[in-house]
């Protein structure tokens, strides 16, 4: 079982700055979970911040250029592996073997809806040899589910084993809220004009936590030069 229990995460800038509290997840040994939200609502974050502190999760984060080879050596890499000298299958069989004798492996694909169909389609052979032996979680914006979903309706190759290898299920993130952007600039000590400015400009980027951060860098700099 692999928890995630009350996780709080503070930004660079002082004891008590701005944070990501409480946040709550918990996977069952072997489960493959796909995790949507908007960009900025912390995904990244939080799956950096939870690979960091457990010894056999490993974050792999994805990109529209990736192809077969690259997929399958970063995840060698993360998991500790060497790459020269071996093929892609060689590896591939390394990872597996490496991964099973593990107690609570999971991997972690962040921004997984950049992967190319080729790609994406190459999970399911890493799902059917890992299958009760690792989790997988999968972190993307809503349009994975999109193309899930133009995948199934044209019966296009591998989308219906993709799909039933994840539950048939998409879990959503929590939209960042006006209290999300709130609580971060009390934490960063933000007075009400300053709380005011950021929440403004927040709020016309649907809160997006990328631009908060910014506009709280921002208030406390204008703050220092005063």
Request: charged share 30%; with cysteine.
């Given at each position: 079982?692999?928890?995630?229990?009350?996780?709080?995460?503070?930004?660079?800038?002082?004891?008590?700055?701005?944070?990501?509290?409480?946040?709550?997840?918990?996977?069952p040994?072997?489960?493959?979970?796909?995790?949507?939200?908007?960009?900025?609502?912390?995904?990244?974050?939080?799956?950096?911040?939870?690979?960091?502190?457990?010894?056999?999760?490993?974050?792999?984060?994805?990109?529209?250029?990736?192809?077969?080879?690259?997929?399958v050596?970063?995840?060698?890499?993360?998991?500790?592996?060497?790459?020269?000298?071996?093929?892609?299958?060689?590896?591939?069989?390394?990872?597996?073997?490496?991964?099973?004798?593990?107690?609570?492996p999971?991997?972690?694909?962040?921004?997984?809806?950049?992967?190319?169909?080729?790609?994406?389609?190459?999970?399911?052979?890493?799902?059917?040899?890992?299958?009760?032996?690792?989790?997988?979680?999968?972190?993307?914006?809503?349009?994975?589910?999109?193309?899930?979903?133009?995948?199934?309706?044209?019966?296009?190759?591998?989308?219906?084993e993709?799909?039933?290898?994840?539950?048939?299920?998409?879990?959503?993130?929590?939209?960042?809220?006006?209290?999300?952007?709130?609580?971060?600039?009390?934490?960063?000590?933000?007075?009400?004009?300053?709380?005011?400015?950021?929440?403004?400009?927040?709020?016309q980027?649907?809160?997006?936590?990328?631009?908060?951060?910014?506009?709280?860098?921002?208030?406390?700099?204008?703050?220092?030069?005063?």
């Amino acid at each position: 079982m692999i928890q995630l229990k009350n996780i709080n995460f503070c930004y660079a800038g002082g004891e008590n700055a701005g944070r990501l509290e409480q946040i709550n997840l918990e996977i069952p040994d072997g489960q493959v979970v796909l995790l949507c939200g908007r960009s900025g609502c912390g995904k990244t974050t939080t799956a950096r911040l939870f690979a960091e502190e457990q010894r056999e999760t490993f974050y792999v984060l994805c990109s529209e250029d990736m192809k077969k080879s690259d997929f399958v050596r970063e995840i060698a890499r993360k998991t500790g592996l060497r790459t020269e000298g071996y093929s892609i299958r060689e590896l591939l069989d390394r990872i597996i073997d490496s991964l099973v004798q593990m107690d609570e492996p999971l991997l972690i694909f962040d921004e997984a809806d950049k992967l190319t169909e080729r790609v994406f389609h190459y999970f399911i052979d890493l799902y059917n040899r890992l299958e009760d032996k690792c989790g997988i979680v999968f972190f993307s914006t809503s349009y994975i589910k999109r193309r899930m979903q133009i995948g199934l309706r044209y019966n296009k190759c591998g989308y219906n084993e993709i799909h039933s290898r994840m539950g048939r299920k998409f879990f959503e993130v929590e939209r960042t809220s006006p209290n999300d952007v709130y609580a971060i600039c009390a934490g960063n000590g933000l007075n009400e004009k300053q709380t005011a400015a950021v929440v403004k400009d927040a709020e016309q980027y649907d809160f997006d936590l990328r631009r908060v951060k910014k506009a709280v860098h921002r208030e406390k700099r204008m703050a220092f030069k005063q």
